[in-house]
């Protein structure tokens, strides 16, 4: 079977699976981060560039290897990003892994990512039947965000139970992460789109899709970038708004707000991508506006913790709404023989949403305490979502009468 042709519904539960074990194993960490900071006497600034080093590793990873997946072909790509996830994966459940090994195995897991965000999408996007062309895109989007939101959650209950299991969490992924390269072992070899020798080279996008490229790269990025915050710093926040607040709480939170946008994936193709993107933008500043307020000094501890949980919501559905337009307008238009490479830049733009508001708020706690800096941060995001909130809606993009028809009968 050729890479062009429709997969099989086993190849895109496959693609599923590996998206939300590397989304999972990449996050699974979050809410251990209070606990690593006091056991190895970690620096503010240190912590948040442990939180960041993994997007630092993840987007050179994509432009190097963005579209390796569509010279060599899907499944040796996705094999060889389970391998890069399992080791840095195993470097957490070595209980003696200091502060080095805690810094290689995030290098490790967003190498992994990198690895395996284009090559996943691309082969479910491809099984896509043909009555339903945005499953693929839909499913991938889904799974990666309930990934996200399932380590969180999956390592706060397990430390919840066992106070001293910091390390089982991370064994149990490795052996999850081994089941499903034995998943993508056994997919057929599909021949890839080129048969040129692939070399690193950077991603690009073709002219006609530029300006519909950078919209939804920009909402992605500040949908991210809003998710950031909850994934990075909320642990840490909670620590010190919540009284008595465990990994558990953190990791439900965090955890919610995933849930919350994958949920809303599941609706999202009732709307138009630019709508779901103006929409979605409308409510990320909705609940960066609510986690300002939560942090109000004259807040008792239960208000603050309910306008956190609200937060949370708002901050999910809109992340939700705005990241499925984002992906759904750049998928209609991408050339399939450029599949995976345009994937790969368009999550750089996302994967540097995650990582930059977390180094953003490291430098700014060199001089103002964490929550100072954190809050400041907020401010500054919410600031630009609501300048670049009627951009998607009222830019008028360039493209092709054949590419806009396409779009139209494919989202209608």
């Known amino acids: 079977m050729t ?9 895109l539960w496959v ?45 050179p990873a994509l432009v190097l290897f963005g579209s390796a997946a569509d010279a060599l072909g ?13 080791v840095g994966t195993l470097l957490f459940a070595v209980s003696s892994i200091g502060i080095i090994g805690l810094f290689a195995g995030r290098i490790l897991l967003g190498i992994g990512l990198g690895l395996g965000t284009g090559a ?13 062309p945005w499953l693929g895109s839909t499913a991938a989007t889904i799974s990666f965000v309930l990934g996200a939101g399932a380590g969180p959650i999956f ?17 149990l992924m490795v052996g999850v992460l081994v089941l499903n390269a034995v998943l993508v072992f ?17 991603p690009s996008v073709p002219s006609p899709m530029f ?74 500043g909705l609940g960066s506006a609510l986690l300002l307020s939560s942090n109000l000094s004259a807040l008792g501890s239960s208000t603050a913790l309910v306008l956190m949980v609200i ?55 060199m001089a103002l305490p964490l929550l100072n800096a954190t809050m400041l941060e907020n401010l500054a995001l919410l600031l630009a979502i609501i300048s670049f909130i009627p951009v998607p809606s009222l830019v008028q993009t360039t493209i092709r009468r054949s590419e806009l028809v396409t779009f139209s009968a494919d989202d209608s």
């Not at 919350?260 to 193709?269: D, E, G, N, R």
Request: aromatic content about 8%; proline content about 5%; hydrophobic content about 50%.
């Open 120 to 132: 996943g999408i691309a082969l479910m996007v491809e099984a896509s039947p043909n009555r339903v």
């Open 186 to 202: 056994g997919l057929r070899m599909h021949r890839p789109f080129t048969r040129q020798r692939w070399r690193p080279t950077r």
């Open 3 to 11: 890479a062009g042709a429709k997969g099989s519904a086993h190849q």
């Open 311 to 365: 937060a949370a919501m708002t901050t999910g559905v809109g992340h939700g709404l705005s990241y499925w337009g984002a992906n759904r307008e750049i998928d209609v238009l991408t050339p399939p023989t450029q599949r995976a490479g345009i994937t790969a830049a368009l999550y750089i733009a996302f994967y540097a949403g995650v990582g930059v508001p977390a180094i953003a708020v490291g430098m700014i706690s």
């Open 211 to 284: 300006w519909n490229f950078n919209i939804a790269a920009i909402t992605g990025f500040l949908g991210w970038a809003a998710l950031g915050i909850f994934l990075a710093l909320l642990p840490s926040m909670a620590e010190s708004v919540l009284t008595g607040s465990g990994t558990l709480t953190s990791g439900l939170i965090i955890g919610a707000v995933l849930v919350i946008s994958a949920a809303c994936q599941l609706i999202a193709p009732v709307l138009a991508p630019r709508a779901a993107q103006t929409i979605g933008l409308s409510l990320l």
């Open 155 to 171: 390592t706060g209950a397990v430390t919840t139970l066992d106070a001293g299991a910091m390390t089982t969490p991370f064994i």
């Open 74 to 86: 899907r499944k040796p790509v996705l094999l060889a990003a389970i391998g890069c996830a399992g």
């Open 15 to 59: 693609g599923a699976a590996v998206l939300f074990m590397l989304s999972a194993a990449a996050n699974m960490a979050s809410p251990l981060y209070p606990m690593y900071q006091e056991h190895y006497a970690i620096s503010d600034w240190t912590m948040t560039a442990l939180y960041a080093a993994y997007v630092a590793s993840c987007i």
